[in-house]
């Protein structure tokens, strides 16, 4: 089978020949293996079998603040400490000034230059598109974290406002970004912590639900697949998202999520994506107990399809070489 065969099969939950995988880096864990195999293109050689295409414009320098970013809603990022994504570090919009406040271009030809070249490379592999901080987390970076949450209790015409205006900039990225040959969509919106949800059940299926479900909706009406990324403790609301048309979940942390029972109970109307242990296993477990959980989760999560292997995030800069190597040959050598 093809990596774009083996996801499809595993989306249809049938069983490939070999379960598919990705793996992705921090910057800091990617300098590492590139000193550890002495190969700085050792990344064209995982094998993977998605091909992600951002739909972001990149980020431009902030003059005369080093360190700090600006992204196209014009929310700045000081990377000084984490140097991928960075710490929102200034607010963009308040309930005065929402109305002022002009969304950058869903249509940008920027935010699409690299999509063609992409498409045309994929070889054979299955390709999303991705569109990260879809809604919860937009609103956050745009109007900060304190000021969202209260408003989802005490000012309730600002966060709906809020909420539609994003919602509707994300309908019209993905409705271009649908007109170019992918196999699908990969939204991103963190809603947990690792103990539950930030904003509890009752407020994510007033504000977010009827929302996802017209974003996600227009994806499956062209007919293509939903891939989410939610990190933290969300598992109750697995019965939303499947009604919502989410096939797949990403990133099934093992830390917080039960992956044998979440497979059990829910492997026959979603995929899961991610469950090696990003927290403990890569950074503080042997090779042989990194061995033990890949063959672990490619036999249990795995069988019958429904899986994509994966760390549970991009590997962060405190795991092993050794150990990320070892990941590396289990997957490649299955």
């Not at 069983?15 to 700085?40: C, G, L, N, S, W």
């Not at 829910?266 to 033990?292: C, E, N, R, W």
Request: aromatic share 10%; proline share 7%.
């Amino acid at each position: 089978m093809t990596p774009r065969e083996r996801v499809i099969a595993s989306l249809e939950h049938r069983q490939p020949d070999a379960t598919p995988y990705h793996v992705t880096f921090t910057a800091p864990a990617r300098r590492k293996m590139i000193e550890y195999y002495a190969d700085p293109e050792f990344e064209s050689r995982l094998e993977n079998c998605l091909v992600l295409i951002d739909t972001a414009p990149p980020q431009r320098d902030v003059p005369g603040r080093p360190g700090v970013e600006e992204d196209e809603f014009g929310v700045q990022w000081d990377k000084s400490i984490d140097t991928d994504i960075g710490s929102v570090c200034n607010t963009r919009i308040t309930p005065e000034t929402f109305r002022a406040y002009t969304f950058p271009d869903p249509e940008d030809p920027a935010r699409f230059v690299g999509f063609t070249s992409a498409i045309r490379q994929r070889g054979e592999k299955f390709v999303l598109a991705s569109l990260g901080f879809s809604l919860f987390e937009r609103a956050w970076t745009l109007a900060g974290m304190e000021n969202v949450l209260i408003a989802m209790m005490d000012d309730k015409r600002f966060i709906n406002d809020l909420l539609d205006a994003i919602l509707e900039h994300a309908l019209a990225v993905t409705r271009k970004a649908l007109s170019f040959d992918i196999d699908g969509m990969r939204f991103g919106d963190d809603w947990g912590h690792q103990r539950g949800l930030i904003m509890g059940p009752a407020l994510w299926r007033e504000f977010i639900k009827p929302r996802i479900r017209k974003l996600y909706g227009l994806v499956k009406s062209e007919g293509r697949k939903v891939f989410i990324h939610s990190c933290g403790k969300v598992d109750e609301l697995f019965p939303d998202l499947i009604e919502c048309g989410v096939d797949v979940f990403n990133p099934f942390q093992p830390e917080v999520l039960d992956v044998e029972g979440i497979k059990e109970r829910h492997g026959a109307q979603m995929t899961f994506f991610g469950g090696i242990s990003t927290q403990k296993t890569l950074p503080y477990g042997s090779v042989t107990q990194v061995k033990d959980e890949v063959t672990r989760l490619i036999r249990r999560i795995g069988k019958g399809g429904g899986y994509i292997a994966a760390p549970a995030h991009d590997i962060p800069k405190d795991a092993r070489p050794e150990n990320i190597a070892a990941m590396l040959e289990l997957l490649k050598g299955q």
